[in-house]
């Protein structure tokens, strides 16, 4: 895609404005997901073709601004910069107008091409606010073009106005911010000098800028060959390097001139482009009728409730686990089914091939076996709960979750952005561990790494489930089994999550000591979601990646298991072997050995440890099929498996160390061989003592 | 900033403000990224803000904040100089 493109077009915008649906309606299927060179941001770029022309387009991180230090921002802004777009699209949400014109401005002053994309016009109609495009665009100097993006309306003519700016057919005059003559005055003295190393940028009076206040950053890319590089996104552009004498000659002017600002020229600036926001939005915006009702007001009463704030949360939570329980029970059957099926046409096949037992052992038994195990346990609960996850999501509702447990975090020195990585972890602790890059400050982003997985992922879901329901659940009514399946789920969860904070709080006051750092949460308008996208997207890239990396870590376990259980030592099966020594720890933490070694075995992947468990009950050579619970029941039983036991795996389960893929996740998000091994110690001591403490006192009180 | 200091008594901070009432920014108390990231919020002197939410544990407190709504958390919001509207 680097190629063949006639006009380099970037995206632009605050956070959730519509970026990456305005992105993906102009696209379409034509995009992919990268890394922006050297850094941990996703980068998605994409093309589409108009009136016989190739436009390449880039979706730039969303930010508020391009003036301070974050990653995202420095990305951003380097590329509108640097990159030379032809034509620098900024998605506007019409319902913020004057915050998003703070950013608006900011891009007028780096790009002469912009074209403005007033989105959201629908929510604004709601709130009662008209936005007159025309009046924008006078003000602004350049095309506003008012869209609702999530119903395509309005993108057709975006696209019009894109190329009509691209070709230059669509002139722009962009209006720059009032500064206060003395600020003009030094930076008019610096400015040549920038001139002399960048030339070839439509408003050098920027670069000043950030120098005189000291940006090390923009210095840095100065400096180093950043320019050029990025300038090669675009083809049609070619930088010169400038000389390191000029540079110094820069660098030195900057420093006399900086020493002769007594104010802060950061806060000028702001103001003086706040200034010029209110002017525009207040010309452009007018008010209707306010609105009879304020229906997020209302939600957020209710959401935020100091009385059902947190029960509305937990029943939540609950009816997600039940309707995945629920959902997933009979799909799951069918594929089980379904695959053992094939696995006996397999086993034909083998035998009819004449070949060797061992083989097909390991392929048909093992490997296949725990493949089939893996898709049939995890596919169906994946494919309900990530779509639900994320139209909890897109609707706003985590942003209330954070608002509301941020306390405690607080309590804890940790960041506010954790209850969102934490959420996250629900679905993948891998993901969530990813999705901790969001805090800024290292020392916060690391206790929400280390902590993240204390709440059970998707891959622990079947064993919680399968335990329950063999366990707990025969002791109720079967009609309401699976409510009190997602009952306990709801209970081990929040065992979890009261780890994560006790944890982080241990942390922030012993390894990471320091206090929790400034923290601000935007908390979005409520939003119908689209539910066909988010069907599309959480099937493609949750679901389906998940899926695919637990089959892929399945597969050699698999292996690992049948070998385990038909190699001999003596009279006995290595896995039997094994276990005897393992028993003793077992059952000092009110687990046994069986169960021990699965999770040794089952370290890639938690999702078949409840099917090496089993295996290692019946001592036979295979894993068994999922036959009906009271026969399962009677085979725990009968290897002293009490409620006791049941308790205890499920503690182990969400409290234990994390899987190898997430493992190797934090590995490569710390870089750090010791905060990798402590994510793994941290989580077994955990889970050793809490065991150990709930076995001892139950047996203590008589009961196992 | 000067004349901050002169009628400190007048001036309140952000996070006495209670839920339903309003304030003008007068000033803010943090440097550094934290200022830039508030300035760029919109968290200007002169800017009016209305504290409309608060989390059932008490904090953060939501404040709405040039049409956009934004939480922080008591002991940050206790860095921002306001003078409330009375
Ligand atoms: N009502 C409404 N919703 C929109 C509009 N544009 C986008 N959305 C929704 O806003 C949410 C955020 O959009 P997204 O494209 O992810 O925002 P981004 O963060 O800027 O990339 C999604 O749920 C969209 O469906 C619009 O014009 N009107
Ligand atoms: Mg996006």
Redesign the interface.
């Known amino acids: 895609m680097e190629k063949g493109h006639d006009y380099l077009v970037a995206l632009a915008g605050n956070p959730n404005t519509g970026k990456s649906t305005v992105f993906n309606a102009l696209t379409g299927l034509h995009q992919h997901v990268g890394n922006w060179p050297g850094k941990t941001v996703a980068r998605a770029e994409g093309s589409f073709k108009y009136m016989g022309k190739r436009y390449k387009l880039i979706d730039l991180p969303g930010t508020?601004?391009l003036?301070?230090?974050?990653t995202d921002e420095e990305i951003a802004r380097n590329f509108v910069l640097f990159a030379h777009p032809e034509v620098v699209v900024v998605v506007v949400d019409s319902?913020?107008?004057?915050?998003n014109l703070?950013l608006v401005l900011q891009v007028l002053e780096i790009s002469n091409r912009v074209v403005i994309c007033l989105n959201l016009m629908d929510e604004a109609a709601r709130k009662g606010l008209e936005v007159d495009a025309k009046q924008l665009s006078r003000d602004l100097g350049v095309p506003v073009v008012p869209t609702v993006a999530n119903v395509g309306k309005g993108l057709n003519d975006l696209v019009k106005v894109i190329a009509g700016v691209a070709s230059g057919a669509i002139p722009t005059s962009p209006h720059r911010f009032t500064l206060k003559p003395e600020i003009r005055k030094v930076l008019d003295e610096v400015t040549p000098y920038v001139k002399k190393v960048v030339d070839d940028l439509p408003n050098t009076r920027w670069i000043t800028m950030r120098l005189l206040e000291g940006d090390a950053r923009i210095r840095k890319t100065l400096e180093n060959g950043d320019l050029a590089s990025l300038a090669t996104l675009n083809q049609h552009v070619s930088i010169a390097e400038s000389t390191e004498a000029e540079l110094k000659e820069l660098f030195d002017r900057v420093q006399i001139a900086a020493s002769s600002i007594r104010e802060s020229l950061?806060?000028h600036i702001?103001?003086s482009i706040?200034a010029d926001a209110e002017i525009i939005a207040s010309k452009a915006v007018t008010k209707t009728e306010a609105p009879k009702i304020d229906m997020d007001?209302k939600l957020?009463?209710i959401l935020?409730?100091?009385?059902i704030?947190?029960p509305i949360m937990i029943a939540l939570l609950m009816g997600v686990f039940w309707i995945t329980i629920e959902g997933a029970n009979i799909p799951s059957q069918l594929l089980a089914e379904g695959l053992f099926w094939l696995e006996d046409q397999f086993t034909l096949l083998f035998r009819w091939f004449g070949a060797p037992e061992w083989l097909e052992g390991v392929l048909v038994h093992g490997i296949y076996r725990s493949l089939a195990w893996v898709v049939a346990v995890m596919l169906p609960p994946m494919a309900i709960f990530f779509p639900l996850f994320t139209l909890f999501e897109n609707f706003g509702y985590l942003a209330r979750v954070a608002?509301?447990?941020?306390?405690?975090f607080?309590w804890a020195g940790a960041h506010?952005k954790q209850a969102i990585t934490m959420c996250m972890g629900f679905g993948c602790n891998a993901t969530g561990v990813i999705s901790c890059r969001s805090i800024n400050s290292p020392r916060e982003r690391l206790i929400a790494i280390l902590t993240n997985n204390f709440v059970p992922c998707n891959g622990r879901w079947p064993t919680l489930i399968l335990v329950t329901t063999v366990f707990v659940a025969p002791m109720f009514p079967s009609a309401v089994s699976s409510i009190v399946a997602a009952a306990v789920m709801v209970a081990i969860t929040l065992v979890g999550i009261f780890a994560t904070f006790i944890i982080s709080a241990v942390l922030s006051r012993t390894l990471l000591k320091g206090e929790?750092?400034?923290?601000?949460?935007?908390?979005p308008s409520y939003r119908r979601p689209q539910i066909f996208r988010v069907l599309y997207t959480s099937l493609i890239d949750r679901t389906i990646k998940v899926l695919y990396r637990a089959i892929v870590w399945a597969a050699p376990a698999g292996a690992i298991i049948w070998i385990l259980g038909n190699v001999y030592v003596g009279s006995e099966t290595l896995m039997t072997y094994l276990a005897g020594i393992l028993s003793p720890i077992g059952l000092l933490i009110g687990l046994d050995g069986i169960i021990l070694l699965a999770y040794i075995v089952a370290l890639p992947a938690n999702e078949i440890i409840i099917p090496t468990i089993i295996m290692g009950y019946m001592g036979a050579s295979m894993m068994i099929e999922l036959e009906s619970m009271a026969g399962l029941h009677a085979l725990f039983v009968a290897q002293g498996f009490t409620v006791v036991t049941a308790i205890c795996l499920m503690l182990f389960s969400v409290l234990h160390y994390p899987c190898a893929t997430t493992t190797h996740t934090i590995w490569k998000e710390t870089g750090s061989a010791k905060w990798t091994f402590l994510s793994n110690l941290i989580p077994l001591v955990v889970a050793f003592l809490v065991c150990f403490v709930v076995a001892q006192s139950a047996h203590i009180l008589g009961f196992g | 900033m000067s004349s901050m200091t002169k009628q400190k008594l007048e001036y309140e901070t952000l996070a006495e403000i209670k839920v339903g009432q309003r304030a003008k920014v007068v000033g803010l108390l943090v440097e550094g990224p934290t200022r830039r990231r508030l300035l760029d919020l919109g968290l200007l002197p002169g800017t009016e803000v209305k504290a409309v939410m608060e989390s059932p544990l008490g904090t953060p407190v939501a404040y709405k904040i040039r049409g956009s709504i934004l939480a922080l958390r008591l002991e940050d919001a206790s860095k921002i100089m306001v003078n409330p509207s009375r």
């Open positions: 508020y601004s003036l301070a230090t974050a319902t913020t107008l004057e915050r703070n950061h806060d702001v103001s706040y007001a957020d009463r935020t409730s100091r009385i704030g947190f608002f509301n447990i941020d306390r405690i607080k506010g929790s750092s400034f923290f601000t949460l935007e908390m």
